[in-house]
């Protein structure tokens, strides 16, 4: 697994950079006094998780006259992934059989994939995806066609595609609190905790319009955005034996860099602008995290906003999520837990050389 390795190799040299203590990477030695008791590893144990998802995505512009409202035509996506130890990998799609991605006539069609990869430990987690989206619906066509009714075709736009490439590194003060009992299931809380948990957001993203203009003379747009956010929240887990209830916000701040591209039948026109930029984070969940089957659902509400330069539109990026999960918990093929073996020490041995030589 060379990819595997490299991050470790990466986070052993961050960690040496910024003096950060040595478990910020994971260890195979007992934890701190105390800990067993709130937190419980599972062991040498593999799971996997399958995540029915109704994930509403939409993509706003507002202004003090008209907004205009996009959305995908897909309400439900499906995940799975697989989690061992401090390493998660995952996948997602929105298959058409799904009622709510079908009706195309309407709404036109939509396709959505997904990947992921995370990295938690002792204290620092790391999340890096990959998201792509192609087809919108105007949801108020009803302000721009005032002939329009329930029940008739949305405007649509099939050539309209959102990807995104987004990293979130956080990290938990709180040893007694598992971030993994929550998110990957590779532990399991077993006493009601808490952490403040700052974390740090960057995302570049792409919203490009590949529709043919309707008439000569027309223009596309693409936009390239890179954001940079600094949030910071707190998450509590409150146990009852093997149930739980999760409960967490993270309000951030932060700054959005954009390329905005116009594409004209000659020379495209290029402009540049940074504007502030606001996100809040909401997560709400109940679960049962058994010592091998685990199931639960959440809410989860994600709401950026970005106020263009020099007037009053406002740029708004929501997403509304439900999801319900069930997994399962299995011992490792030992040439996986091998393979591990072998990375953790490797990662541990070049943070030691890296402090040594300072």
């Known amino acids: 697994m060379p990819f595997t390795s490299t991050c470790l190799g990466w986070i052993a040299t961050c960690a040496s950079a910024f003096g950060l203590p040595t478990d910020s990477l994971p260890h195979r030695d007992s934890l701190p006094p105390g800990q067993p ?17 109704e994930d509403v995505e939409a993509l706003s512009l507002l202004t003090p006259g008209l907004d205009v409202e996009l959305a ?3 309400q439900a996506a ?4 697989f989690s061992y130890r401090f390493l998660s990998v995952g996948f997602k799609v929105a298959p058409g059989f799904i009622s709510g991605n079908n009706d195309n006539d309407l709404k036109g069609k939509t396709s959505v994939r997904g990947l992921g990869v995370g990295f938690s430990f002792r204290h620092w987690q790391q999340e890096l995806s990959y998201s792509r989206t192609k087809g919108y619906y105007l949801a108020n066509t009803a302000d721009y066609d005032p002939d329009w009714k329930e029940g008739m075709p949305y405007l ?11 990293g979130i590194t956080g990290y938990n003060f709180n040893s007694r609190f598992s971030v993994n009992a929550v998110l990957t299931q ?8 808490g952490s403040f948990i700052p974390l740090l957001l960057y995302r570049y993203y792409i919203i490009d319009d590949r529709t043919e203009p309707a008439s000569p003379g027309g223009a596309t747009q693409r936009s390239n955005n890179f954001e940079v956010l ?5 998450h509590h887990t409150f146990v009852w034996k093997d149930f739980y209830a999760s409960l967490g916000i993270t309000p951030g701040a932060g700054y959005i860099f954009t390329k905005l591209t ?23 969940g109940l679960g049962y995290n ?11 509400v994600i709401s950026n906003a970005s106020r263009q330069d020099n007037n009053a539109i406002i740029n708004s990026d929501s997403r509304l999520i439900f999801r319900v999960f069930v997994g399962y918990r299995f011992r490792a093929p030992r040439i996986l837990s091998n393979t591990m073996d072998r990375m953790t020490e490797k990662g541990l041995e070049k943070l030691d050389r890296m402090r040594g030589k300072r």
């Not at 593999?46 to 029915?52: G, P």
């Open 78 to 81: 499906l995940h799975a992934s």
């Open 156 to 166: 649509q736009f099939p050539q309209l595609v959102f990807t995104s490439f987004q």
């Open 37 to 53: 008791a709130w937190i419980e590893k599972i062991g040498d144990m593999a799971t996997v998780k399958a995540t029915y998802s």
């Open 72 to 74: 995908p035509n897909s």
């Open 186 to 193: 590779t532990e399991r809380q077993r006493k009601s905790a």
């Open 290 to 300: 058994g010592p091998k089957v685990y199931a639960g659902s959440y809410l989860n």
């Open 262 to 284: 116009t594409r004209y039948p000659g020379d495209p026109v290029h402009s540049h602008n940074h504007t502030p930029a606001f996100r809040i984070d909401g997560r709400a």
């Open 230 to 234: 600094l949030g910071a929240g707190y």
